[in-house]
């Protein structure tokens, strides 16, 4: 049995917290996190050289430190596993060379690219893009409610971030299956630790990606049109006269918003899928009134956090709780973690969708990097659940089945939930067969 086969109670017993350790096994993660936030809540992790923390008003600090002199955001995309001799010469070869923008960035030049990219997606304008949503999340159930089985994840939700994402950025239709197939290998190759020919084979993808996104920007530099790339070509044109304009930067960003726009939010909807069907009471209670469903978005956020860690750098040395952080070390702070605090979270362990203070989960982050796609990914999640709580209520989880996730540091999501239900018995008698 290896060590991550191992339940964390047993590999625990004589070990110490920092040698146990394993962000890449999404099954003990939660069990090894109570016991770390008791005995030892910062910690290093010598294998992968991070400083981890795990409470939550340790990693509140650190968001609200971000930026500022002593914690930097710069880091956050670093490979946790440098790219091989073979990948690096894909990647050079494809002239692939990927800037710090936004999510890596610090001030002074953090806060007008950000604006830039959150004039078309905060919250009022998000709203406007709720008929194309629920259009392309009916006609995603159309295609399976009369099949009487499913995986919720593969059939239904796997294509609708995408192609919310891609529809925002104006990748045409035609394009999108393409594009979705390059970034296939993205989250692997950046927070996984794939093997040399797994490393090859993404990068081959990425490279085809960096392609497309080099073309779908320089497509809008002389003809801006719509969409948020266009936006945002515009806006930094503008700014200064253009002192922070690259196409470098651009190139950068729509690789990242293609990225960070659908894998998010596809793994938040399976993992709250297999959050609520094994809680059925509440399963039920959403189905029977769909205006528990934003809260029980954010209670599933917390409860399952898709993105469990993320990454900092410290610029000075930096005191948390009575660890002394040595500057320059790359710190993790561990958001599913401190969504189990039960120091904020009473039973922290549990779901429970009418918990009052849900709200505060750290799923997308703290402070001037908090998740410019919030808003956006709410509305999914939102109309996700809503047409399929209406029209499947009495899915039922296939007993027994292999939860799978994919071992990444920092994306966790189910990779399939499958269901069955009676066809017959479907709500609307224009969903039977
Ligand atoms: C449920 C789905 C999502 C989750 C859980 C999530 C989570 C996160 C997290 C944890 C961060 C880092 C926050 C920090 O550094 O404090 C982040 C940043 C970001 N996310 Fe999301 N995200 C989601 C969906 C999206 C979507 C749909 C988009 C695009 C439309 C998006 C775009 C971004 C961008 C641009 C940033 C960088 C913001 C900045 O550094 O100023 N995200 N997200």
Avoid at 136 to 142: A, E, P, W, Y
Avoid at 170 to 176: Q, S, Y
Avoid at 324 to 345: C, K, Q, R, W, Y
């Amino acid at each position: 049995m290896t060590t991550a086969e191992r339940p964390v109670g047993e590999i625990g017993e004589n070990g110490s917290i920092c040698d146990i350790w394993d962000p890449l096994n999404p099954h003990t993660m939660y069990d090894f996190y109570t016991r770390a936030r008791a005995e030892q809540p910062v910690f290093h992790n010598p294998r992968l050289g991070f400083w981890v923390v795990t409470r939550y008003a340790d990693i509140d600090e650190i968001e609200n430190l971000t930026g500022g002199d002593t914690v930097s955001a710069n880091g956050a995309l670093n490979l946790i596993r440098p790219p091989c001799p073979a990948a690096l010469e894909v990647i050079v070869e494809a002239g692939i060379k990927v800037d710090n923008s936004i999510v890596d960035e610090d001030p002074p030049d953090h806060a007008p690219k950000r604006n830039a990219l959150r004039e078309r997606l905060h919250g009022k304008i998000v709203q406007t893009y709720e008929p194309q949503i629920r259009e392309l999340v009916t006609r995603k159930l159309d295609g399976i409610v009369a099949r009487g089985e499913a995986d919720l994840v593969r059939d239904y939700v796997h294509e609708i971030p995408a192609w919310v994402i891609f529809q925002l950025m104006g990748v045409p239709e035609a394009d999108m299956e393409m594009v979705r197939e390059y970034a296939k290998g993205n989250g692997k190759f950046g927070f996984g630790i794939p093997t040399d020919a797994e490393q090859v084979e993404d990068a081959q993808g990425i490279a085809k990606y960096w392609e497309y996104a080099k073309r779908h920007v320089d497509a809008r530099l002389d003809d801006p049109g719509e969409g948020i790339m266009s936006h945002y070509i515009q806006r930094l044109r503008e700014f200064e006269d253009g002192r922070l304009f690259s196409v470098q930067d651009c190139y950068t960003v729509m690789l990242q918003l293609l990225f960070a726009g659908h894998e998010t939010t596809t793994n938040s909807a399976g993992n709250a899928f297999r959050a609520l069907l094994e809680h059925r009471d509440q399963w039920d209670a959403v189905c029977a009134d769909p205006s528990l469903i934003p809260a029980a978005v954010d209670e599933c956020l917390r409860f399952a956090t898709p993105v469990p860690h993320w990454r900092r750098t410290t610029l000075k040395p930096l005191t948390v709780g009575d660890v002394v952080i040595p500057a320059g070390e790359t710190v993790m702070i561990a958001l599913a973690s401190g969504n189990h605090d039960e120091h904020v979270f009473p039973h922290g362990d549990q779901l429970d969708i009418h918990r009052a203070n849900a709200r505060k989960h750290l799923a997308f982050g703290r402070g001037r990097h908090r998740c410019l796609g919030e808003q956006l990914a709410l509305l999914e999640l939102k109309v996700i659940l809503e047409e399929l709580t209406r029209r499947l209520p009495h899915v039922q989880l296939v007993p027994d089945q292999e939860w799978i996730y994919n071992p990444n540091v920092s994306h966790r999501g189910v990779e399939h939930v499958l269901v069955t239900w009676d066809p017959s018995t479907n709500p609307d008698p224009a969903d039977r067969p």
